[in-house]
């Protein structure tokens, strides 16, 4: 199975911060990677797939980057409304499999 | 606007049956792969199993091969999954979410159904 590992587990950010969350594969994923936002007592809404495609209706302040094993979602000029637990997952094989999540926290 | 709304979660004993139900809205549901998610109290995601669009291929994760069967009625618009001999540790809330293709992102989400096993 691929391990996807996240960094940091919580980040205490300031509104207007730019925020950069690794994800790290065990092994070459190429870009099949998706990026995640829950909020507490909420399903997940996708963000970002490939890597770096923002899906729609997502605000550009949201990017992503990366391929093969590692990967960053990037949050650029940060909102109140953007706390919440951030996850990657990998879909490059099955099992498919999720990070741990990151919590930002502001 | 694509909606999903699950139904059937509570709470069953091991060993016992639970079903759920994932009833769609706002799109064609026969043509997408659909699967399950789910989430332990306080804890991260995790994929339990996907279906093809025409139900002909499943795929499963190893901590519920054996035991939940993931299933689909293209007719009614739905998804299911059965969960026979649940555990203590497949507490969880399960969402429903639509798949983009075979092996992919999942781009839309129910509200999710907390199942608790417990005796």
């Known amino acids: 199975d691929i391990q996807m590992t996240q960094s940091p587990s919580t980040l205490s950010t300031s509104v207007g911060d730019r925020v950069t969350i690794t994800c790290r594969a065990s092994?070459?994923?190429?870009?099949?990677l998706a990026w995640y936002q829950q909020k507490p007592g909420k399903a997940p809404g996708l963000l970002i797939y490939k890597a770096s495609s923002l899906e729609s209706g997502v605000p550009s302040r949201f990017s992503g980057s990366g391929s093969g094993t590692e990967f960053t979602l990037t949050i650029s000029g940060l909102q109140p409304d953007d706390s919440a637990t951030y996850y990657c997952?990998?879909?490059?094989?099955?099992?498919?499999?999720f990070g741990g999540g990151t919590k930002v926290e502001i | 606007e694509a909606q999903l709304v699950e139904s059937g979660g509570g709470l069953v004993q091991p060993g016992g049956s639970l079903r759920l139900s994932c009833a769609d809205s706002g799109f064609t549901f026969s043509n997408y792969w659909m699967g399950w998610v789910r989430q332990a109290p306080g804890e991260g995601l995790e994929w339990v199993a996907n279906i093809k669009e025409d139900g002909s291929v499943e795929y499963y994760a190893d901590s519920v091969r054996g035991r939940f069967t993931i299933s689909r009625d293209n007719a009614k618009n739905s998804l299911y999954l059965l969960m026979n001999n649940p555990r203590v540790e497949d507490t969880a809330v399960y969402y429903c979410?639509?798949?983009?293709?075979?092996?992919?992102?999942?781009?839309?989400w129910g509200q999710g159904t907390l199942v608790t096993v417990s005796s």
């Open positions: 997952q990998q879909y490059e094989t099955y099992p498919l499999t």
């Open positions: 979410a639509r798949s983009s293709g075979w092996r992919d992102r999942f781009d839309c």
């Open positions: 092994r070459s994923i190429s870009t099949w």
